[in-house]
C-alpha cells in the first residue's frame, strides 16, 4: 500500500548543479503536485498537473520544472540550484478537482550549499 | 483570491485540558476547508474536512472543527489534549475548480506539556 513515494529523502547539492526530485503514486490519481515548505510559510505551491501531459504553474515555480509523461509520475527538475530552494519539498495527489483529501509523500529534504 | 490566515504560529496547552487552534478563510465561493497535521519529520496527514454537508465537522484523533460562514472561521478544537498530539497544524483551503491546488495556512505549532 504505497501511496506517493518521493526519493530522495535527503539531497545536498552544490550551487548550480541540476536534479531531479521523484514522485511516484500508485492510487490512479489524475490530480497531482509540488509543494515547497519553508518555516512559518506554510505550504506553496510549485507546479501542478490535472493529468498526463497537462501542467500548470503555482505559486512560486521560478527554478522548477515539471513533466507528466505517465500518470503516475510526476518529477520536479532544479534546473540551476540555488540556496534559496534550499527548502523540504513534498509531493501529493488526489482524485478530484477540490474538496477530496490530498495524500502526500514523506518530503525530500534538499539543502543547497 | 482565496486564502488562509492562522492566528496564532504557537499554542502550548497542558496534557488533559482543552485544545483550540484558530483559521480564518478568505474565499469568494462556498469554501472546501481542510486540517492536515504533521508530526516531526513526517508527512501530512488529513485529519478533517468540510464538505457544505454539516458546519460541524468530526475528525481523527478526537478533533472537530466548526465553520462559521459570518466570522468565515474554520477553528480546529479537542475536549482533550493527549502528548501524542503534539505537532505542526495546518489549515487549508482548496479553491473551487482550480486544478485541486491547496492553499496552506502558515501553520499553528502545538506543544503538549505532561
Known amino acids: 500500500n504505497a501511496g506517493v513515494t518521493q526519493t530522495p529523502k535527503f539531497q545536498v547539492l552544490k550551487t548550480g548543479q541540476s536534479m531531479t526530485l521523484q514522485c511516484a503514486q500508485d492510487m490512479n490519481h489524475e490530480y497531482m503536485s509540488w509543494y515547497r515548505q519553508d518555516p512559518g510559510m506554510g505550504l506553496r505551491l510549485i507546479h501542478y498537473?490535472?493529468?498526463?501531459?497537462?501542467?500548470d504553474q503555482g505559486e512560486v515555480p521560478n527554478g522548477y520544472n515539471v513533466s507528466r509523461s505517465t500518470t503516475e509520475d510526476f518529477p520536479l527538475r532544479l534546473l540551476s540550484a540555488a540556496p534559496s530552494q534550499t527548502s523540504v519539498y513534498f509531493c501529493?495527489?488526489?482524485?478530484?478537482?477540490?474538496?477530496?483529501?490530498?495524500?502526500f509523500g514523506q518530503g525530500t529534504r534538499l539543502t543547497v550549499v | 483570491a482565496q486564502s488562509v490566515t492562522q492566528l496564532d504560529s504557537h499554542v502550548s496547552v497542558s496534557e488533559g485540558t482543552p485544545v483550540l487552534l484558530r483559521c480564518n478563510y478568505s474565499?469568494?465561493?462556498?469554501?472546501?476547508l481542510f486540517w492536515y497535521v504533521q508530526h516531526p519529520n513526517k508527512g501530512l496527514q488529513l485529519l478533517l474536512k468540510?464538505?457544505?454537508?454539516?458546519?460541524l465537522v468530526k475528525g481523527i484523533n478526537g478533533f472537530e472543527a466548526e465553520f462559521k460562514k459570518s466570522e468565515t472561521s474554520f477553528h480546529l478544537t479537542k475536549p482533550s489534549a493527549h502528548m501524542s498530539d503534539a505537532a505542526e497544524y495546518f489549515c487549508v483551503v482548496s479553491p473551487y475548480n482550480q486544478g485541486g491546488k491547496l492553499i496552506f495556512g502558515q501553520g499553528t505549532e502545538l506543544s503538549v506539556k505532561p
Open positions: 498537473s490535472v493529468g498526463a501531459g497537462i501542467t
Open positions: 468540510y464538505t457544505s454537508a454539516a458546519t
Open positions: 474565499s469568494s465561493y462556498s469554501p472546501s
Open positions: 501529493a495527489s488526489h482524485v478530484g478537482a477540490s474538496n477530496t483529501e490530498a495524500f
